[in-house]
Every structure is written in structure tokens, then in C-alpha cells.
């Protein structure tokens, strides 16, 4: 739930109010304007001064909501004036801070007429950054442009290959850039392509070495410092650190070294000896999570053999089951009684999880995929 809130003056809140009766208001006056005149020619003083006092305080109340409609009339046609000086069609073509825009492009410009948004008329590329750009463009805001900066685009659509940063990239696809110093962070590689990435050496330490990743895949950077791969598709198998990575699978790196790769043989990881074609996730160098392929043999991890196809992410620091999720038609078997789907355990303790098949517990019979607990497993008596 959201603890975001929006809180109004007791004078705006009656204000609004009277805004949404003014109909009634409104009928109200005239019925009271009505009564008013035909006492006033029946001469009836009494009543006409109560008829007259009711009337200028129901007049009152109708100028209020009158006012409130007025001024929300006002606001929106001074949006509307502002909307047309900032985001508008070009009739023609027209340059703006440097950009060639064609004609029938839409264009969004701040206050300064500098434009953060473009959206190229169908057919019509625009010249930004040494390469060109079709549909919509989105621009690095202004207050955050610098001259050092590599570029002007956080994002757009690229209607030719183009070598963007040294990068080589598709046409048709995505390309985004960093907010601040617009150094490429995104898109799809035109050709395989060696790029620098940061790994584990082993000793602590970390040491930069070059990566090939494939053609027409896409590829992510970390631009803190300096740029460095975050993601790509190894276009052959690699060794990073100590782990082989298939080529034709995603890795993914980060400060601390390799995250995430799909081993390309059968090896020991850390503690355990994994199959071919499992796909290993790291924290700090440290195993945490497995996903195990269909031809993977049986793991035992925290006293469970398990089995193909199941996802175990350990506990931190300690080659302890935090959680398992086991295929449907597979099971581990757990003090007698065999479980699937996703478990959750408290560094290798059961804590709770599904039957895989009819259970017997208390002589009570439980279906398939009924919830299980620690305290269950306890008392169930194995039919």
C-alpha cells in the first residue's frame, strides 16, 4: 500500500464542493428569483425580506461555483496554450539546437525551446550523434546535458547499422544511453563483437579482459566509472575466472565479478559438482542459485536429492537450501513424504511446501498439492 497522500485547504475543499452543486445552486436561484417577484407584486413584506436575504446568500453561493468553473476553464485553456508552444507538429522541416527535424515530426521542447522529445513522421529519419534515428526519440533532458557528454539520446530507434561508442549496432532495434554523459548502455549487436569486461582473478581481485558476444543479440554496459560489459551472449564458449560458459548463453557480470552463466561441461562449481547446460547465478563469487536442464543427474544438496529441471537458491554463505522449486511431475522426498513445487526452507530447515501425491496424515486423507509445514511432516503417517 502506498503512503502517498495529497491533503487540500478546508477553503479549496468547500470551493470544489460548491463547484460540483452549482447545478442545484443554480436551480435553486431561479426557483427562489421566481418567488421573489410574484410576492414583490403581491406586496407581501415579510416574506419578500426573507425571500430577499435568501436570495443574495443562494446568489453568493452560485458566484462560488461559477468562480470554480471559471477558473478550472481558465487553467485549462492556459494548459492547452502551453501544450501548443511545447509539444507541437512541424509544418516544415526546421533545425532546433542543432537537430534537422522533418517536416510532420512531432517535436516536445522545454522552456527554452530546446527540444527532450522527438517523434519522426512515418518514413523520416533524423541525424543525432553520427547515426540515424526513426519514431520516437527521447533526448537527454537539458539541465542535464553537458559538454563532455558523448551524446544528446537516452533512447530511440535506429533506421541504419551504425558504430555507436565502438559498438556496432542493428538496425530496427533499441539503443538507450545514460542519463548523465550519454555513454551507450543498450542494443543489439550488428556483428560479434569483443568487449571489456571486469572478472574474478582468483585472488580477491578482479582484472579486465575482452569477451566476444554474438551477433543480432542484445548487449547491456555499466557505465559508473567507465564502461564495462553487464550482459551479453557469449559467442563461444569462454572461460571467465574458473568457470567454462557455453557459448549461445547469456552471462551476466557485475563489480563483484561473473553473476550469472550457463556451464558449458559438466564441472565443480564451489561445493558442488554441476552438469552441462546448468545455469549458475553468483553473489560475490559465492554460488547462489542453480537451475538444473532436463539432462542434468540428481543433485543432493542439504540432504535432498534433486531432481532435473528443479531451481535451488541457497542460503548466504552457507551451501544450505533457502528455497527449491521442483518441477510438477518431479519430487524430493522429505521424511518419508515426497514434495514438489516451490519450498521454502530456513538455511536447509523445512519450513513449508506441496504433496506431490495423497497423503495420509492423522488419518486424515490430504489430496495432492495440499500445504505442508514442519509441524505436519512430524505427525504424517505414510499411507
Known sequence: MSDISISFPPWV??????????????????????????????????????????????????LGGVSFWAASLVDRIETEIYQARHHYRLDKA??????????????????????????????????????????????????????????????ATLAADATIQGIPCRTGTLVEFSEYGGDLQ??????QTAVSAEIDDGQGGTRTMNLACAADREIWFRTFERRLLERCVLAATTTIGTIDCAGGKEIVLSGDGLDMCTLASAQRVGPFDLSAATRVSFTQGRVDEIDMPLSSAPLRISGLDLPPRTVVHLCDKLSEVAWLLVPDDSYVVLGGVKLTGRMK???????????????????????????MSQGDLVELSPP
Do not use: M
Open 345 to 371: 526452507f530456513d538455511c536447509g530447515k523445512f519450513q513449508y511446501g506441496t504433496l506431490f501425491e495423497a497423503t495420509v496424515l492423522g488419518g486424515r486423507q490430504l489430496p495432492r498439492g495440499a500445504t
Open 186 to 191: 543498450h542494443c543489439t549487436l550488428s556483428h
Open 13 to 62: 475543499i468547500a470551493w470544489f464542493l460548491l463547484g460540483e452543486a452549482t447545478p442545484f445552486i443554480t436551480l435553486a436561484l431561479i426557483c427562489l428569483a421566481a418567488a421573489f417577484f410574484f410576492n414583490r407584486s403581491t406586496r407581501r413584506t415579510a416574506r419578500i425580506r426573507w425571500l430577499k436575504w435568501t436570495l443574495i446568500i443562494v446568489c453568493g453561493l452560485w
Open 94 to 155: 526546421a533545425v532546433l539546437a542543432g537537430i534537422e527535424i522533418p517536416a510532420g515530426s512531432w517535436v516536445w521542447v522545454d522552456e527554452d525551446g530546446k527540444p527532450y522529445e522527438i517523434e519522426a513522421a512515418n518514413g523520416a529519419t533524423v541525424a543525432i550523434d553520427g547515426a540515424l534515428w526513426r519514431g520516437e526519440i527521447r533526448l537527454i533532458p537539458p539541465y542535464n546535458r553537458k559538454t563532455a557528454d558523448r551524446g544528446l539520446i537516452k533512447s
